[in-house]
């Protein structure tokens, strides 16, 4: 079955750039929508963003144009960058695929294991 | 509307039968049929147990059962047993700005 794994520094300075790849495994990454999706120590969790196969991105709002994700379906892995990061954005970062497209918008049916991004200088 | 409200904490005692409430607006849970349930265990990903409000992945157990009322969905968990304890996180689709939206979770203690 398909599984993802993300990974990335564990530590990042403040006002630096966050990159992180999920690596997808057991599965195509065509015909599906894939997210990164945060939760902070201790609270809930915050969606960030999400990219089709083709390419095509969608964001939260509240992240602005800090927030890029692409992907390379040959090498089957996806990646998020995130500027200008913050201490409050010390987070365990999960890596998602959706469910298929019928099932409806905003389904996150595999998920990575998560990584624990610190971010202090 | 940044989350969906979820009630902090629920309980209830082995065999029992809890339901943890949803609440969101009219672009989210209260005109569409994409509601789904996360459940979490410490230091784990979440697990997806419930979507399209009341349908579950297969391999989850029948004990978990989802619904919907208005603006507000609900999940409820028959027979509680020890491992149900754990965080559990609503979340929809949402047709405003934000796209989609998490629940900011209920922690079920099984006493």
């Known amino acids: 079955q398909v599984q993802l794994q993300e990974s990335g520094p564990g530590l990042v300075r403040p006002s630096e750039t966050l990159s992180l790849t999920c690596t997808v495994s057991?599965?195509?990454?065509?015909?599906?929508?894939w997210s990164w999706i945060r939760q902070s120590p201790g609270k809930g969790l915050e969606w960030i963003g999400l990219?089709?196969?083709?390419?095509?991105?969608k964001y939260n709002p509240s992240l602005g144009s800090r927030v890029t994700l692409s992907l390379d379906t040959s090498k089957n892995h996806f990646s998020l960058k995130l500027t200008s990061m913050t201490a409050a954005e010390t987070a365990v970062y999960f890596c998602?695929?959706?469910?298929?497209?019928?099932?409806?918008?905003?389904?996150?049916?595999?998920w990575g294991q998560g990584t624990l991004v610190t971010v202090s200088s | 509307q940044t989350a969906l409200t979820q009630p902090a904490s629920v309980s209830g005692s082995p065999g029992q039968s809890i339901t943890i409430s949803c609440t969101g607006g009219?672009?989210?849970?209260?005109?569409?049929?994409?509601v789904s349930w996360y459940q979490q265990h410490p230091d784990s990903a979440p697990k997806l147990i419930i979507y399209?409000?009341?349908k579950r992945p297969s391999g989850v157990s029948h004990r978990f059962s989802g619904s919907k009322s208005g603006n507000t969905a609900s999940l409820t968990i028959s027979g509680l047993q020890a491992a149900d304890e754990a965080d559990y996180y609503c979340?929809?689709?949402?047709?405003?700005?934000?796209?989609?939206?998490f629940g900011g979770g209920t922690k079920l203690f099984v006493l």
């Open positions: 979340a929809s689709y949402n047709s405003g700005i934000t796209f989609g939206l």
């Open positions: 998602a695929r959706h469910k298929d497209a019928a099932a409806g918008p905003f389904i996150f049916e595999v």
């Open positions: 990219i089709y196969s083709s390419g095509s991105t």
């Open positions: 057991g599965g195509s990454m065509n015909d599906y929508y």
């Open positions: 399209g409000v009341t």
């Open positions: 009219g672009s989210d849970i209260g005109g569409y049929n994409y």
